[in-house]
């Protein structure tokens, strides 16, 4: 499956954004699915994901109530909506697909596919 993330920009604090990711080649359905992010001098880190039937969702503490996961089969595309962000919510923000299960109670990890990151940059 190919993966492409767009979206991101240049916002104030408090404001929201969406960001969308695109899935070509194979269905999103297939995959779990998660966001992840990389600050600028930082490593990437997970963000927030759901398992594949779109029932459990997780997200880091640093999000919890801000930021939500969806998905739509019939678009094969899946969405980041970010509301009051922060200056510290600016990173590269990447849009991944995980072929192996994920219960949905702990961070994603080993993730097999990976889109090209779109900038989020949060103004204060």
């Known amino acids: 499956v190919q993966l492409q993330a767009s979206g991101g920009g240049l916002v104030q604090a408090g404001g929201s954004l969406r960001l969308s990711c695109a899935a070509s080649?194979?269905?999103?359905?297939?995959?779990?699915m998660g966001w992840f992010r990389q600050a600028p001098g930082k490593d990437r880190e997970f963000v927030i994901g759901?398992?594949?039937?779109?029932?459990?969702?997780y997200s880091s503490d640093s999000v919890k109530g801000r930021f939500t996961i969806s998905s739509d089969n019939a678009k094969n595309t899946m969405w980041l909506q970010m509301n009051s962000l922060k200056p510290e919510d600016t990173a590269v923000y990447y849009c991944?697909?995980?072929?192996?299960?994920?219960?949905?109670?702990?961070?994603?990890?080993?993730?097999?596919?990976w889109g090209k990151g779109t900038l989020v940059t949060v103004s204060s």
């Open positions: 080649g194979r269905p999103l359905s297939w995959y779990v």
């Open positions: 759901m398992n594949k039937s779109r029932v459990r969702k």
């Open positions: 991944a697909a995980r072929v192996a299960p994920w219960s949905g109670k702990h961070p994603l990890s080993d993730m097999d596919y």
